[in-house]
């Protein structure tokens, strides 16, 4: 197999070092920081991933801001966007009576005024009990196996026994957006000897001293 994870691993596409908290540094034209080590305990005023990681900004409408997760890349955390922080979708007022139709508050986070609940998704509670069951050591996931009205859908059989009551959920695509995520702030300081992975295209210090490596 011909691998290119060594190059992308270890900084041979570069590396730059910023003590100066005024300076901004901006990665060459198609690199990225992918890698940051930090020398001396260390905060971060910019922390911007690339674009792919920021909600989508209008659409094929030309519709403005979209808060929605739906069609989004691989998410990096930093100052600007909080990553994996809202799922695909937050489903309201969940109620099932223990089998595996829920019903919902009508949901339409999508594009186009369209509903962001698919067929396919996970669906897990947020910060309520019971929750719905996991099975195992990783757990059978429940997932949403058919869209029966704009407020109703149908679940998978694990989901059988558990009631839930005007529950909120997160719906999760395969792959796709988590839940819990925050942005990071120079409250957050990172101590020396840590070395940080993402994707970013601008990065500028509130303290410290660090040594960033590039990737494609």
Same mark, same amino acid.
């Given at each position: &197999? *011909?691998?290119?994870?060594?190059?992308?691993?270890?900084?041979?596409?570069?590396? $730059?070092?910023?003590?100066?908290?005024?300076?901004?540094f901006l990665p060459p034209h198609e690199l990225v920081v992918v890698g940051i %080590?930090?020398?001396?305990?260390?905060?971060?005023?910019?922390?911007?991933?690339?674009?792919?990681?920021?909600?989508?900004?209008?659409?094929?409408?030309?519709?403005?801001?979209?808060?929605?997760?739906?069609n989004r890349g691989k998410e990096y955390f930093g100052t600007q966007y909080a $990553?994996? =922080? $809202?799922?695909?979708?937050?489903?309201?007022? $969940?109620?099932?009576? !223990? !089998?595996?139709? /829920?019903?919902?508050?009508?949901?339409?986070?999508?594009?186009?005024?369209?509903?962001?609940?698919?067929?396919? &998704?996970? /669906?897990?509670?947020? *910060?309520?009990?019971?929750?719905?069951?996991? =099975?195992?050591?990783?757990?059978?996931? /429940?997932?949403?196996?058919?869209?029966?009205?704009?407020?109703?859908?149908?679940?998978?059989?694990?989901? /059988? #026994?558990?009631?839930?009551?005007?529950?909120?959920?997160? #719906?999760?695509? &395969?792959?796709?957006?988590?839940?819990?995520? %925050?942005?990071?702030?120079?409250? *957050?300081?990172?101590?020396? !000897? &840590?070395?940080?992975?993402?994707r970013w295209v601008r990065v500028k210090l509130d303290r410290g001293s660090v040594?960033?490596?590039?990737?494609?």
């Amino acid at each position: &197999m *011909n691998s290119t994870q060594t190059s992308y691993g270890f900084g041979q596409f570069g590396s $730059a070092f910023i003590d100066d908290h005024e300076t901004i540094f901006l990665p060459p034209h198609e690199l990225v920081v992918v890698g940051i %080590q930090i020398v001396t305990e260390a905060a971060f005023a910019d922390l911007i991933a690339e674009t792919k990681s920021t909600p989508l900004i209008g659409d094929a409408a030309g519709g403005g801001t979209s808060s929605t997760h739906v069609n989004r890349g691989k998410e990096y955390f930093g100052t600007q966007y909080a $990553a994996h =922080d $809202a799922g695909d979708c937050v489903i309201a007022g $969940a109620s099932s009576t !223990g !089998g595996t139709t /829920v019903t919902h508050t009508a949901n339409t986070a999508g594009l186009h005024g369209k509903s962001a609940i698919k067929v396919g &998704m996970q /669906v897990s509670s947020i *910060n309520a009990t019971p929750l719905y069951p996991r =099975d195992g050591l990783l757990g059978r996931p /429940v997932i949403i196996k058919e869209i029966l009205t704009s407020t109703t859908f149908r679940v998978s059989e694990n989901a /059988v #026994g558990t009631t839930l009551t005007s529950q909120s959920l997160v #719906g999760s695509q &395969m792959h796709s957006s988590g839940f819990g995520g %925050q942005l990071v702030d120079t409250g *957050n300081g990172f101590p020396a !000897g &840590m070395t940080i992975f993402g994707r970013w295209v601008r990065v500028k210090l509130d303290r410290g001293s660090v040594i960033l490596y590039l990737g494609a």
